[in-house]
């Protein structure tokens, strides 16, 4: 795992007291339930090249706030936004609740946890 510098970290943190999270068992029973969910990757192209959750959008986080009212125009629908561990996503869920998004989530511990759960994968 990546060593994050304790400025990222810290800012990480005050994002997790505004944001709300998922966990990778919680996203995988609603995806079972087929109710309308965006599932946006905020990760680099070449991480989601190598894989990602089944039906993922590839939005990454530099062109995020930019791309998201074309993507997802619907500021209520719900959307569950995952990177590698759970970091970058907890900033960009902050980021869409501040553009008005209503329904938002991070996925705790990203692809690492998804992938090393044992759920459904991509390439």
Same mark, same amino acid.
């Given at each position: 795992?990546?060593?994050?510098?304790?400025?990222?970290?810290?800012?990480?943190? /005050? *994002?997790?007291?505004?944001?709300?999270?998922?966990? *990778?068992?919680?996203?995988?029973?609603?995806?079972?339930?087929?109710?309308?969910?965006?599932?946006? !990757?905020?990760?680099?192209? /070449?991480?989601?090249?190598?894989?990602?959750?089944?039906?993922?959008?590839?939005?990454?986080?530099?062109?995020?706030?930019? /791309?998201?009212?074309?993507?997802?125009?619907?500021?209520?629908?719900?959307?569950?936004?995952?990177?590698?561990?759970?970091?970058?996503?907890?900033?960009? *869920? !902050?980021?869409?609740?501040?553009?008005?998004?209503?329904?938002?989530?991070?996925?705790?511990?990203?692809?690492? !946890?998804?992938?090393?759960?044992?759920?459904?994968?991509?390439?």
């Amino acid at each position: 795992m990546a060593q994050h510098s304790p400025r990222f970290l810290k800012i990480v943190e /005050d *994002a997790k007291h505004r944001i709300k999270e998922i966990s *990778a068992e919680e996203l995988r029973r609603k995806l079972g339930t087929n109710s309308p969910l965006h599932i946006l !990757d905020v990760r680099e192209a /070449d991480e989601y090249a190598k894989g990602r959750i089944p039906g993922a959008q590839h939005l990454c986080k530099g062109i995020l706030e930019r /791309d998201i009212e074309t993507a997802v125009p619907n500021l209520n629908e719900e959307i569950v936004l995952y990177c590698g561990g759970g970091f970058r996503s907890a900033l960009a *869920a !902050d980021n869409l609740q501040k553009m008005g998004y209503t329904n938002v989530f991070s996925l705790e511990g990203g692809w690492r !946890d998804w992938s090393g759960g044992g759920y459904p994968t991509e390439q």
